[in-house]
Antibody, heavy 118, light 107 residues
Framework: QAQLVESGGGVVQPGGSLRLSCAAS????????MDWVRQAPGKGLEWVAD????????QYADFAKGRFTISRDNSKNTLYLQMNSLRPEDTAVYYC???????????WGQGTLVTVSS | DIQMTQSPSALSASVGDRVTITCRAS??????LAWYQQKPGKAPKLLIY???SLESGVPSRFSGSGSGTEFTLTISSLQPDDFATYHCQQYASYPYTFGQGTELEIK
């Protein structure tokens, strides 16, 4: 059974940076694409970025391009999201999710809350 | 970007009712559609992928149908555990996009 545990969320000022991590276990991490999806308080789900199983291809939502970087360390079974130039509208719970066959999300972590506020 | 529109946004129903939620895409997505269930304070859970394929472990009272631009999620007989928010998601093309969600409440 896949287990995903996010960490690294917190309160940050506008313009600041955070790095989120997602520790994976219970499945063969190197076989899976991985994604980040976020949910602002009281709002719907919003896809952020994804990365192929080998890290060779990445895709981003427009709001993330140039500010966020998705990466993975397959030796540590860990997914990352580096977020720079954060804005109040980036305030959300950030989930990592597995993406085995390309595009839908089989398993999800519990989420980590990012609050961008002065 | 492909816009996904769910209807209704909220729905009141009783245990035992048959419920249908609709999701419309702004352009054809073939059958590249997934449905998720989310309970308050919890992560979403995959129910249906490829429009009509039931994820392992999901009760058979859940079913999905549709292709192109119109899709439905049906719960054949509502159970107390089914009161939650339901989201559709297209994965035909980047950026992946979700519907705004349908909140299913107890009548």
């Amino acid at each position: 059974q896949a287990q995903l545990v996010e960490s690294g969320g917190g309160v940050v000022q506008p313009g600041g940076s955070l790095r989120l991590s997602c520790a994976a276990s219970g499945f063969t991490f190197t076989n899976y694409g991985m994604d980040w999806v976020r949910q602002a308080p009281g709002k719907g789900l919003e896809w952020v970025a994804d990365i192929w199983y080998d890290g060779n291809k990445k895709q981003y939502a427009d709001f993330a391009k140039g500010r966020f970087t998705i990466s993975r360390d397959n030796s540590k079974n860990t997914l990352y999201l580096q977020m720079n130039s954060l804005r109040p509208e980036d305030t959300a719970v950030y989930y990592c999710a597995t993406d085995f066959t390309g595009g839908y999300f089989d398993s999800w972590g519990q989420g980590t809350l990012v609050t961008v506020s002065s | 970007d492909i816009q996904m529109t769910q209807s209704p946004s909220a729905l009141s129903a009783s245990v035992g009712d048959r419920v249908t939620i609709t999701c419309r895409a702004s352009q054809s997505i073939s059958t590249w559609l997934a449905w998720y269930q989310q309970k308050p304070g919890k992560a979403p859970k995959l129910l249906i992928y490829k429009a009509s394929s039931l994820e392992s472990g999901v009760p058979s009272r859940f079913s999905g149908s549709g292709s192109g631009t119109e899709f439905t999620l049906t719960i054949s007989s509502l159970q107390p555990d089914d009161f939650a928010t339901y989201h559709c998601q297209q994965y035909a093309s980047y950026p992946y996009t979700f519907g705004q969600g349908t909140e299913l409440e107890i009548k």
